[in-house]
């Protein structure tokens, strides 16, 4: 009898079992990858997986496989630094990072004190996520307590594994999104409620250094003291005005990151969005940690903030993730993100390979996270969230796709001709919570 909690999805399947290196093949071991494979679910998790020849005998009798030959599926795409509250100033007119905040991000973050409002677009944000393949990001709300309640309630109704935070903001900002006090108060009301609720997790979010006083990046420090499973997310060292801004508010600050380690904010849960503008010394103390930094290569691009050194962070051994950055970021797709990483990386003379961003958009990210016992993996006992490629999905892809004789060239295609018309299917828990065909 086919259980009713059991499904069997036959197609390619390719998932990396740890960094593949950088090499033109993945380092031996590093990738599985099933030509005619099967994906046997049950209760929210994966059940099996592997060659459809050796599984398919254990089927139980009847049951009923999802034919999907001509698609792959890979791990559902991770976003380790995105605003979901920007969503709707994305490809706003935009200079520099300080005056795009101003003009465009603070007024429209203003909106968030009405609760319809954030309803609405938490909604609407997780469906673009899912329309795109994302199944997880680590996520900033607005320093509205309840725009955090919004994006909770809309990602536990989709059995999403996401993290949020409440932005932490008490000076150098407009009034109406000034916390002082209560913004420590709301962020433990909030922990209390949602964090390690389903697969949900709470991250402390001091927006940046210059607009939190050394006592909310203090108790921001202690919250982490005091539950070591929370995450933390900020920025660090995206742009030259707020490196000369940083360092006249800090006089006493060696650099730009000991503002962050004086309030005990970098540790093995952290993320630094940007981390351009860094010397070795910042790179290695951040590795130290066991921190990482959030590549944001298409908001890099649209604001203008520099190009990501990827060799010095590996040479360091410094962590990092790759992210889209909504508003600033110009596209929610992992796809898009690695192609603008890929674009970055070329002109510095780093160039990615498909294996190093389809590892790091999965299992990388997972594992900066300390997500990877949950995520980022097709294996045995992890939780069933993927996405099911089409290759074929527009008539130009499908032309590229059909020329390539290899795994890699695939890949690589994908990468960079891809986008959410090749997202045939986000599944989440277990369960397809959005179909191409659907919409
Ligand atoms: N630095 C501080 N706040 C922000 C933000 O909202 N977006 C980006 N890109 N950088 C920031
Ligand atoms: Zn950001």
Same mark, same amino acid.
């Given at each position: 009898m086919n259980s009713s909690t059991d499904t069997f999805i036959r197609a390619e399947l390719i998932s990396f079992t740890r960094d593949p290196g950088d090499g033109n093949m993945p380092e031996s071991g590093s990738l599985e990858h099933y030509g005619d494979g099967l994906l046997w679910l049950k209760d929210q998790h994966i059940h099996a997986v592997g060659h459809f020849v050796e599984i398919s005998p254990s089927l139980p009798e009847g049951a009923d496989v999802l034919d999907y030959r001509d698609k792959l599926i890979m791990p559902g795409f991770i976003d380790t630094h995105v605003h979901y509250v920007q969503l709707d100033i994305m490809a706003s007119y935009g200079r520099q990072l300080l005056d795009w905040l101003n003009e465009y991000t603070f007024p429209e973050e203003c909106?968030? =004190?009405?609760h319809a409002h954030a309803e609405a677009l938490s909604a609407a944000f997780l469906d673009e996520m899912l329309r795109a393949g994302t199944t997880t990001a680590q996520v900033f709300g607005s320093s509205h307590p309840g725009s955090v309640d919004a994006f909770f309630t809309a990602a536990n109704k989709r059995q999403l594994r996401m993290l949020v935070g409440k932005v932490l903001m008490d000076r150098n900002a407009p009034e109406a999104l000034m916390d002082g006090a209560s913004g420590i108060a709301d962020s433990e009301r909030l922990i209390e409620d949602?964090? @390690?609720? @389903?697969?949900l997790g709470y991250s402390v979010t001091p927006r940046f250094a210059p607009t939190s006083t050394k006592t909310q990046m203090d108790a921001a420090g202690a919250l982490l003291r005091n539950d070591p499973t929370l995450w933390l997310q900020t920025h660090l060292a995206e742009n030259s005005g707020e490196l000369d801004w940083v360092a006249d508010l800090f006089p006493g600050s060696r650099d730009y990151l000991a503002v962050y380690e004086a309030s005990g !904010?970098?540790? $093995?849960r952290s993320t630094f969005a940007h @981390?351009?503008? !860094?010397d070795n010394g910042m790179r290695k103390r951040l590795a130290d940690r066991g921190a990482n930094i959030a590549f944001c290569p298409s908001s890099n691009l649209f604001l203008g903030s520099g190009l990501f050194d990827r060799e010095a962070a590996k040479e360091t051994g410094m962590a990092f993730t790759y992210a889209s950055d909504i508003g600033a970021g110009t596209d929610l797709s992992g796809f898009a993100t690695l192609k603008a990483a890929y674009q970055v990386g070329q002109l510095g003379g780093q160039p990615l390979t498909a294996w190093q961003g389809f590892y790091g958009l999965t299992r990388g990210n997972a594992k900066a996270l300390s997500l990877d016992n949950h995520i980022g993996q097709l294996a $045995?006992?992890?939780? =069933?969230d993927f996405v099911v490629i089409d290759p074929q999905a527009t008539s130009l892809l499908a032309r590229r796709i059909s020329r390539c004789t290899t795994l890699g060239e695939r890949l690589f295609a994908l990468m960079i001709l891809a986008d959410d018309r090749a997202i045939f299917e986000t599944w989440a828990g277990g369960q397809c919570q959005h179909r191409r065909d659907n919409v």
């Open positions: 909106r968030f =004190a009405n949602w964090h @390690g609720k @389903g697969r !904010l970098v540790g $093995p @981390g351009i503008h !860094l $045995p006992s992890l939780e =069933a």
